[in-house]
């Protein structure tokens, strides 16, 4: 089973983001986790295609772009264009999911579908054969820093046993209050890829961070 650790970028200190990229380049993580927000679906802005594409013109390593936007279909192409390797939309933000899903693919990308903590994973059981990766919201999106739901374990386990009863390949993604630890928790409940914030970048040492998770 796959156990991959995604950094995610929205911890990073902005003002040194290139000795940020250089350390998740050197580190055991295997992804960047880049946070686009539009301050509609979440009460937030981040950050949008400049910051992508530079980010993309110094990582060694794939770029995983997760979309906290409302209508994300207007921008498939552009988020193509910019070097993201996966693109992950949320279902609650998608009306026409199976043709965004599709788009996304069609474009090059692996496609991702995010589901808010109040979503049942129940509802993507028609969707999965259109999704490389689902990604279990374990926080309410918008903000780093906050606390892993618990519930969301049993999510995870749920959405597991879906996959494997369909013979799906579907990655499982965990993000929100995600560290080294609960790490073994998240990995044996059947996530392949823990997204981390604050556990790495606001780390004392956030190499020995990322790697306490890829061993947990
Ligand atoms: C929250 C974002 C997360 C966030 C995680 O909406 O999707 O990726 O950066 O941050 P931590 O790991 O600090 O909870
Ligand atoms: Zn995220």
């Known amino acids: ?102 788009q996304i693919r069609k474009f090059g990308m692996k496609a991702g579908v995010a589901v808010n903590p109040h979503t049942p994973v129940e509802n993507l059981i028609d969707i999965l054969e259109y999704a490389d990766m689902v990604l279990i919201m374990s926080v309410n999106p918008g903000f780093g820093g906050q606390g892993f739901i618990p519930n969301s374990i049993g999510r995870i386990e749920r959405l597991s046993k879906i996959i494997n009863s369909k013979g799906l390949q579907t990655l499982i993604e965990v993000d929100g209050g995600v560290g080294p630890n609960n790490a073994k928790q998240l990995y044996e409940a059947g996530a392949h890829v823990l997204v981390a914030g604050n556990a790495v970048f606001k780390a004392d040492n956030p190499l020995a961070a990322i790697e306490a998770m890829k061993k947990a």
């Open 1 to 102: 089973m796959e156990r991959l650790v995604a950094p995610s970028m929205l911890s990073a200190d902005f003002a040194n983001l290139a000795c940020n990229i250089e350390m998740v380049n050197k580190s055991q993580a295997d992804w960047f986790h880049l946070d686009v927000m539009d301050g509609v679906f979440v009460p937030n802005i981040s950050f949008g295609f400049p910051i992508v594409e530079r980010i993309k013109s110094l990582a060694v390593k794939p770029l995983d772009v997760h979309l906290m936007i409302i209508d994300p279909d207007r921008y498939i192409e552009r988020f193509s264009a910019v070097g993201a390797d996966w693109l992950t939309v949320h279902y609650e933000a998608c009306a026409h999911l199976n043709r965004t899903l599709s």
